[in-house]
């Protein structure tokens, strides 16, 4: 009756232990990425306006690629016609999402608060950890699907 239990346990501590080293291994790919010098960075910006045209908000996308244009991150920062903002951080690794960091603010003309701060790890398409440093927890699945669409508009990939 024992021996499954410990048999149980074993796995699950076995199981954790290799999430912690997926987790470490993101992480230093992360920082890999921010102290490569060859990598080049695009910037695409537009703004939103209302029908007076008046501008209202916009958004800053910045894309990090090598020399044959293989996708390692993208910054977003958009700043919304009712005064919040979100920036969104997005790491790639063989076309594929591994890390997401967002951001998101209220900005009441007095009031600036954070609503939401999420970071994401994900391991072959699957989020294995979600760290949510405020009440309010990101939405994972629309975190990656906006991941999956900047891809798309960005770089067509």
Sequence with gaps: MKKPIYIS?????LTSCSANKTISEIKNYVKEIENRTDLNESITEFNTENLNGEI?????T???TDKKNKL???ITETAQPNDSTAYFEFYYKQKKL???KALQFSNKETDL???TNTELYFYKGKLI???DFKL???DSEKIKLLAESYTVEGLGT
Aim: net charge positive; glycine share 10%; proline share 0%.
């Design 56 to 60: 209202i908000g916009g958004t800053s």
């Design 129 to 131: 950890k979600q760290i």
């Design 136 to 138: 309010n927890k990101g």
């Design 98 to 100: 591994i890390f997401a």
């Design 62 to 64: 910045y894309e990090l």
């Design 113 to 115: 608060d954070t609503i």
């Design 72 to 74: 390692y991150r993208i």
């Design 9 to 13: 346990l074993i796995f699950i501590i």
